[in-house]
């Protein structure tokens, strides 16, 4: 258990925490009880995590997985989650948001966590009359089993000692960069399929299929975490500092230089932010 004295550190309006505080136990309510609050919750309890946690009964059987698994308590309505918890994740479907939304009771006691994709606070703020904060959030799938970073925005220092259970909170200035790290979160899954390419090609040429796998993802892993150590040097620099003159690291990065490998990265890039953009 970490303790107050590590507080989150703010820098130009962007704090990263990972510590857990021995605040008052925060009661967590779930609206949209699926894949995201599944595996939400299953971060909250793996890291430690021992708060009542209270979903909608919608989704029976999602619902009654999370309350065996994560020892959760099925409520009789959506209204009934907002009286006995006063943080409530919403996890609906964008499109869903209105319909699942309306008709309850919002109090200011309440404190709101959306991870509905591409719904900006203004928004939120005319479904959800009445509430205190509303706070942004898009952790990745990986946190169930994991730690990983949580983007957050606007910053909520007293609701770090439940986040901070997942991973590390990066609470973001304005909601322009969240929406870059929206963007970032896709970009992880783009890993998976940029990192088969890298596995089916090496077992082309002589790997097992598990070996290409393990070889291939602790590759990612390992640099990830390596460069993660080293906040302060550029990764072109890393990068560079091994892959010097001469080497086949360097053969290999020349040839994908020349073939501009970063275009349709920043591309999609692009795409994703351009369709984030307000009134787009
Ligand atoms: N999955 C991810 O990796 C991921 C990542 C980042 C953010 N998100 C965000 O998380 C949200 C949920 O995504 P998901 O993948 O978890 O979708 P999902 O698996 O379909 O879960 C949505 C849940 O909301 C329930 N629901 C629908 N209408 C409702 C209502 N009126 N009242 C209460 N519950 C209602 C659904 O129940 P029924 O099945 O009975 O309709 C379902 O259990 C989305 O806004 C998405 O942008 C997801």
Not at 159 to 186: H, K, Q, R, T, Y
Request: with cysteine; aromatic share 6%; proline share 7%.
């Amino acid at each position: 258990m970490r303790s107050f004295a590590d507080l989150p550190e703010y820098d130009d309006g962007v704090a990263v925490s990972t510590q857990i505080s021995r605040a008052p136990m925060i009661n967590l309510g779930v609206i949209g009880t699926g894949q995201f609050a599944s595996y939400f919750i299953g971060g909250l309890r793996r890291g430690g995590y021992d708060g009542e946690v209270l979903l909608a009964p919608r989704n029976a059987d999602v619902a009654s997985t999370l309350a065996c698994k994560h020892d959760c308590v099925v409520a009789a309505s959506a209204q009934e989650v907002l009286a006995g918890a006063d943080v409530i994740l919403l996890s609906v479907r964008p499109e869903y948001a209105e319909a699942a939304l309306a008709n309850l009771s919002w109090e200011g006691r309440h404190t709101i966590l959306s991870a509905m994709a591409g719904i900006p606070i203004d928004d939120l703020r005319a479904l959800l009359p009445g509430v205190g904060g509303i706070h942004l959030i898009m952790p990745g799938s990986y946190i169930e089993t994991a730690p990983g970073p949580i983007p957050l925005y606007p910053p909520a220092p007293e609701l770090m000692p439940l986040l901070s259970c997942i991973g590390d909170v990066i609470a973001l200035p304005n909601e322009g960069a969240f929406n870059a790290a929206m963007v970032s979160l896709c970009a992880s899954t783009w890993i998976y399929d940029l990192a088969d390419v890298l596995a089916s090609e090496l077992e082309r040429h002589g790997l097992e299929p598990d070996a290409a796998r393990a070889l291939t993802l602790s590759n990612i892993a390992g640099p990830a975490s390596f460069a993660l150590g080293l906040p302060g040097r550029s990764l072109l620099d890393i990068s560079a500092g091994i892959a010097t003159e001469g080497t086949f690291t360097r053969t290999g990065l020349d040839h994908l230089k020349a073939c501009c490998f970063d275009a349709p990265w920043r591309e999609a890039i692009a795409r994703l932010a351009e369709s984030l953009r307000p009134g787009a």
